[in-house]
Protein backbone atom coordinates (compact mmCIF):
# COMPACT_ATOMS: atom_id res chain seq x y z
CA UNK A 1 0.00 0.00 0.00
CA UNK A 2 1.40 3.22 -0.90
CA UNK A 3 1.83 6.28 1.70
CA UNK A 4 -0.65 8.52 0.29
CA UNK A 5 -3.20 5.50 0.38
CA UNK A 6 -2.09 5.01 4.29
CA UNK A 7 -2.35 8.44 5.00
CA UNK A 8 -5.84 8.50 3.56
CA UNK A 9 -7.06 4.89 5.14
CA UNK A 10 -5.48 6.83 8.68
CA UNK A 11 -7.34 9.89 8.10
CA UNK A 12 -4.38 11.59 7.52
CA UNK A 13 -5.81 13.82 4.76
CA UNK A 14 -5.31 17.13 6.05
CA UNK A 15 -1.49 15.64 6.94
CA UNK A 16 -1.69 14.90 3.20
CA UNK A 17 -2.35 18.15 1.86
CA UNK A 18 0.35 20.05 4.06
CA UNK A 19 2.74 16.79 2.32
CA UNK A 20 1.22 18.49 -1.06
CA UNK A 21 2.66 22.08 -0.30
CA UNK A 22 6.37 20.83 -0.06
CA UNK A 23 6.18 18.43 -2.85
CA UNK A 24 4.73 21.24 -4.96
CA UNK A 25 7.98 23.86 -4.13
CA UNK A 26 9.77 20.77 -4.98
CA UNK A 27 8.10 20.78 -7.96
CA UNK A 28 8.35 23.58 -8.87
CA UNK A 29 12.56 23.66 -8.82
CA UNK A 30 12.79 25.22 -5.46
CA UNK A 31 16.51 24.53 -4.86
CA UNK A 32 17.20 25.75 -8.15
CA UNK A 33 16.00 29.01 -7.97
CA UNK A 34 14.11 28.36 -10.90
CA UNK A 35 12.09 30.58 -12.24
CA UNK A 36 8.56 29.41 -10.94
CA UNK A 37 10.69 29.41 -7.76
CA UNK A 38 11.12 33.00 -7.60
CA UNK A 39 7.73 34.00 -8.84
CA UNK A 40 6.21 31.73 -5.72
CA UNK A 41 8.48 34.26 -3.54
CA UNK A 42 7.48 37.04 -5.75
CA UNK A 43 3.90 35.97 -5.16
CA UNK A 44 4.68 35.57 -1.40
CA UNK A 45 6.29 38.94 -1.03
CA UNK A 46 9.12 37.09 1.16
CA UNK A 47 11.67 39.84 2.73
CA UNK A 48 15.52 39.53 2.88
CA UNK A 49 15.75 37.39 5.67
CA UNK A 50 12.90 35.17 4.69
CA UNK A 51 14.36 34.41 1.33
CA UNK A 52 17.63 33.83 3.14
CA UNK A 53 16.15 31.07 5.01
CA UNK A 54 14.27 29.53 3.02
CA UNK A 55 17.14 29.35 0.60
CA UNK A 56 19.35 27.74 2.91
CA UNK A 57 16.43 25.66 4.14
CA UNK A 58 15.27 23.93 0.65
CA UNK A 59 19.03 23.75 -0.01
CA UNK A 60 19.90 21.28 2.94
CA UNK A 61 16.58 19.50 2.41
CA UNK A 62 17.76 19.19 -1.17
CA UNK A 63 20.85 17.93 -0.26
CA UNK A 64 19.71 15.52 2.11
CA UNK A 65 16.75 13.92 -0.60
CA UNK A 66 19.85 13.21 -2.78
CA UNK A 67 21.39 11.09 -0.38
CA UNK A 68 18.27 9.57 0.71
CA UNK A 69 17.29 8.94 -2.93
CA UNK A 70 20.40 7.63 -4.22
CA UNK A 71 20.47 4.96 -1.23
CA UNK A 72 17.08 4.57 -2.24
CA UNK A 73 17.79 3.81 -5.49
CA UNK A 74 21.12 1.44 -4.68
CA UNK A 75 18.78 -0.66 -2.58
CA UNK A 76 16.04 -1.16 -5.41
CA UNK A 77 18.56 -2.31 -7.89
CA UNK A 78 20.11 -4.75 -5.32
CA UNK A 79 16.32 -5.70 -4.60
CA UNK A 80 16.33 -6.47 -8.24
CA UNK A 81 19.26 -8.64 -8.53
CA UNK A 82 18.11 -10.88 -5.29
CA UNK A 83 14.44 -11.50 -7.12
CA UNK A 84 16.81 -12.43 -10.85
CA UNK A 85 18.56 -15.31 -8.53
CA UNK A 86 17.81 -18.82 -9.61
CA UNK A 87 17.39 -19.31 -5.85
CA UNK A 88 16.34 -15.89 -3.99
CA UNK A 89 17.61 -15.91 -0.36
CA UNK A 90 14.10 -15.45 1.14
CA UNK A 91 15.69 -13.94 3.96
CA UNK A 92 18.01 -11.54 2.39
CA UNK A 93 14.86 -10.29 0.28
CA UNK A 94 12.88 -9.92 3.40
CA UNK A 95 15.56 -7.68 5.62
CA UNK A 96 16.49 -5.93 2.16
CA UNK A 97 12.67 -4.88 2.00
CA UNK A 98 12.40 -4.11 5.73
CA UNK A 99 15.86 -1.20 4.81
CA UNK A 100 14.03 -0.24 1.67
CA UNK A 101 10.42 0.59 3.52
CA UNK A 102 13.03 2.49 6.66
CA UNK A 103 14.57 4.53 3.56
CA UNK A 104 11.37 5.36 2.33
CA UNK A 105 9.96 6.46 5.49
CA UNK A 106 13.07 9.17 5.46
CA UNK A 107 11.91 10.45 2.54
CA UNK A 108 8.48 10.94 3.86
CA UNK A 109 10.17 12.22 7.13
CA UNK A 110 12.30 14.70 5.26
CA UNK A 111 9.60 16.11 3.47
CA UNK A 112 8.02 16.55 6.74
CA UNK A 113 10.62 18.63 8.09
CA UNK A 114 10.59 20.83 5.13
CA UNK A 115 6.74 21.32 5.72
CA UNK A 116 7.48 22.37 9.17
CA UNK A 117 9.92 24.71 8.62
CA UNK A 118 7.95 26.80 5.84
CA UNK A 119 5.77 26.98 8.54
CA UNK A 120 8.43 28.68 10.62
CA UNK A 121 9.47 30.93 8.24
CA UNK A 122 6.56 32.39 6.28
CA UNK A 123 4.13 34.18 8.40
CA UNK A 124 0.20 32.62 8.28
CA UNK A 125 -0.90 35.03 5.66
CA UNK A 126 2.21 33.77 3.59
CA UNK A 127 1.82 29.97 4.05
CA UNK A 128 -2.20 30.29 3.17
CA UNK A 129 -0.92 32.45 -0.26
CA UNK A 130 1.15 29.45 -0.99
CA UNK A 131 -1.69 27.08 -0.41
CA UNK A 132 -3.74 28.62 -2.67
CA UNK A 133 -0.32 28.74 -5.26
CA UNK A 134 -0.06 24.89 -4.87
CA UNK A 135 -3.80 24.70 -5.92
CA UNK A 136 -3.48 26.33 -8.40
CA UNK A 137 -0.07 24.84 -9.63
CA UNK A 138 -2.03 21.01 -8.53
CA UNK A 139 -4.94 22.42 -11.02
CA UNK A 140 -2.67 22.88 -14.24
CA UNK A 141 -0.58 19.63 -13.90
CA UNK A 142 -1.43 16.44 -15.33
CA UNK A 143 -4.14 13.83 -13.54
CA UNK A 144 -1.12 11.25 -13.71
CA UNK A 145 1.11 13.65 -11.90
CA UNK A 146 -1.41 14.62 -9.12
CA UNK A 147 -1.76 11.24 -7.62
Known sequence: MRFREKLRLTGGFNLLALLSVAWCLIGLGVAKNSPPWLSV???????????????????????????????????KLEMYRLLQSDAPNELAIMELAESIGKTEVKTHKAKLHLLLRLKEILSKQQYEKLKQLKQMYDDKRPDELAK
Open 41 to 75: MQELDVNDEQRQKLEKTIYEHEKLLIDITADLRKK
